[in-house]
């Protein structure tokens, strides 16, 4: 804790720290997958402080729109400037971290840039076109965006209305926009930063199949030099939103516009000289930069929802309200059992999640790797799983991070906390890149006995995988006895939407079962007793937690019994005991610096008032003493009641 606890700390941060069980140091290493990142970090760190082109004048949140959007690309060139202090093939681990650091909770003119177009360049173009493009795009001669959803069709891919109709003629694509609903919408970056797009279209092309359905597109959007935009094309921003609005969100309208047949990727899908079109050896390959995103989101996610529950322990810790024994004095909030329920199971969550990331980060490797010798087996494996998790983590950081915000009461409502703008930050993430039912839907495209569990500390990791899987498979069988069902009477089409409820139910328990088995499998890996004892309890509250949430579920047909369910729920509030003296060390284990927190209440030292007050006064209403309102309109008013009384 030598770089943790500090002199003039707030004591009963640093006596929370004490009471630990385990080394810090080893948990960190532990939690970030190796020392050598846990270093990294620290240097990335340090380098950010210590750049004064990354400093803010004046603090985030008292920023108009425009400010802020100016400071979102003040900061996105100041940061690709400085990229050689990261590595940059590494954007899952020290690209995210850095940009975390350097920009915080908010997007910026690039974020599609590096997150969409350049995986997009990377994985969907031949020989040619990758040399061609790369490097500008590398080099920052040009600024993408990707540009796939409609205004009127969201994530679903196979009914855009964009059209790209090859000529041959003149051997060019004509896209158009045929309809309102098809004007593209939302793409990051896309209303005024980017000159150029990956532009998802519905292909045509000659012949008897002239629709070949969606393909992507390099698309130049504006002029090189003066930035308008090219003729037949029309584009803005599409105005303020629930958060992240420094980044310019935008629409696009194309009137009839050609670009060369050489504009369509063609690393899988071909269209030749003559209009003929080879296809992709599988359907599914010409969607990886999505997949990428996912995975990318799954890690981002978790780190949301990790950062706010290091927030709400730390000032748990700090808070002190309310006796719990008379005339003892007011305790620290995180002494009560209900303040522990809000905050640890919301801290396994983040946890799990984040494991989650780094599997799935491996299996997207291990995809990308066989797609590159010619193998897809794995392909529709790697969909599922990060369509699953996609839906699952995002939901559950959401509804998780506001739990934490409320358990910080009022002061939780201020930006200070840093709750709003996490909130608003991450609820993005249920809609963008797949909607969440959509996706538990793609998901849902054994003998079980009865339920293991007994007590937490008698129960073995298999016993809890068994349940697990025990009840997932039953609500398999019981979905798909359903769809049958109606499919006898319906077309498959109109019987998967009657069955759509419980198939996502169904999904979800899939996704909860991969997350337990992930977390309990990565806990057993590590190599450091104390963190091991104390991970596991964690990752054991994570699995009753959830049990315990879907209790009708697991004691449907006499799986688990009465005693078994209210057994777990009592264990449940034990294991919040147990855990109550490392929830500090636990938080801290995340390795969250205050700058990449951004919180008030989350502060490392704990000293939690003064800094709200030295906050407030920041305030861009604070530089004037008396306002203008005063003038206007609140000093006439009270002038005039006056001369009534």
Not at 160 to 186: G, M, N, Q, R, S
Request: aromatic content about 10%; overall charge negative; some cysteine.
């Amino acid at each position: 804790y030598d770089n943790i606890i500090r002199p003039g700390d707030n004591p009963d941060l640093t006596k929370e720290r004490k009471a630990a069980s385990f080394n810090l140091w080893k948990m960190q290493c532990f939690v970030h997958e190796g020392e050598d990142v846990v270093k990294r970090r620290k240097e990335i760190l340090e380098f950010v402080e210590n750049t004064r082109e990354f400093d803010d004048p004046i603090p985030a949140e008292f920023l108009n729109r425009e400010e802020i959007v100016d400071r979102g690309a003040r900061k996105a060139k100041a940061m690709t400037d400085n990229a050689d202090a990261i590595d940059g093939s590494d954007f899952f681990g020290e690209g995210l971290y850095f940009q975390s650091l350097v920009i915080g909770r908010e997007l910026h003119s690039m974020s599609l840039h590096y997150g969409m177009f350049l995986p997009t360049i990377q994985g969907q173009t031949d020989d040619d076109q990758m040399d061609e493009w790369m490097g500008p795009t590398v080099g920052r001669a040009i600024l993408g965006t990707f540009a796939q959803t409609e205004m009127g069709h969201g994530s679903n891919l196979t009914k855009l209305e964009t059209t790209a109709t090859y000529d041959p003629k003149t051997e060019e694509f004509v896209l158009h926009t045929p309809t309102l609903t098809a004007t593209k919408w939302w793409p990051g970056g896309l209303g005024k930063s980017a000159n150029v797009a990956v532009v998802m279209a519905q292909l045509y092309t000659n012949g008897v199949n002239k629709y070949q359905g969606p393909h992507p597109f390099f698309v130049p959007l504006r002029d090189h030099d003066t930035h308008m935009p090219l003729k037949g094309v029309t584009l803005g921003d599409i105005g303020p939103k629930f958060g992240i609005n420094s980044n310019d969100n935008g629409f696009l309208i194309f009137d009839h516009y050609r670009i060369p047949r050489r504009n369509m990727f063609m690393r899988f899908s071909k269209v030749l000289p003559d209009g003929t079109y080879v296809a992709p050896p599988h359907a599914k390959l010409g969607f990886g930069t999505m997949v990428f995103v996912r995975s990318i989101m799954i890690k981002d996610q978790a780190s949301q929802l990790g950062a706010a529950a290091v927030i709400g322990i730390r000032y748990s810790a700090v808070r002190r309200q309310g006796e719990i024994n008379e005339g003892a004095g007011e305790v620290q909030v995180i002494d009560y059992r209900t303040q522990q329920f809000r905050l640890l199971p919301q801290l396994a969550r983040a946890f799990a999640f984040l494991f989650a990331a780094y599997e799935i980060k491996t299996l997207y490797m291990l995809v990308t790797e066989q797609i590159g010798t010619g193998n897809s087996d794995m392909l529709p494996e790697l969909h599922a799983v990060s369509s699953g998790l996609k839906s699952v983590v995002s939901w559950e950081t959401a509804q998780g991070i506001e739990q934490l915000r409320l358990a910080c009461g009022g002061h939780g409502y201020s930006r200070a906390s840093a709750f709003p703008d996490i909130y608003t930050y991450a609820v993005g993430g249920c809609t963008y890149e797949g909607e969440n039912i959509v996706m538990l839907l793609q998901v849902a495209s054994q003998d079980s006995g009865k339920a293991r569990i007994r007590s937490w500390k008698q129960c073995t990791d298999e016993d809890i995988i068994h349940d697990f899987e025990a009840v997932a498979r039953r609500m398999i069988f019981s979905s798909y006895d359903r769809l049958k069902s109606f499919e006898t009477t319906m077309t498959k089409k109109e019987a998967w939407n009657k069955c759509s409820i419980d198939l996502c139910k169904t999904a979800r328990m899939h996704v909860k079962l991969y997350l337990v088995k992930v977390f309990l499998r990565r806990v057993s890996a590590c190599e450091d007793a104390a963190c091991k004892k104390v991970m596991h309890t964690l990752a054991t509250l994570y699995a009753f937690d959830l049990i315990s949430g879907a209790a009708g579920y697991f004691m449907k047909g006499g799986f688990m019994s009465e005693l078994q369910s209210e057994l777990v729920q009592s264990d449940l509030y034990e294991m919040l005991e147990v855990l109550r003296p490392e929830s500090v060390a636990l938080a801290d284990s995340w390795d969250m610096s205050d700058l990449e927190l951004r919180s008030v209440l989350g502060r490392r030292d704990g000293n939690v008032y003064p800094a709200l007050l030295e906050w407030a006064k920041k305030s861009q209403l604070n530089k004037t003493e008396v306002l203008p309102t005063f003038e206007k309109y609140l000093g006439p008013m009270m002038k005039e009641g006056r001369a009534h009384l």
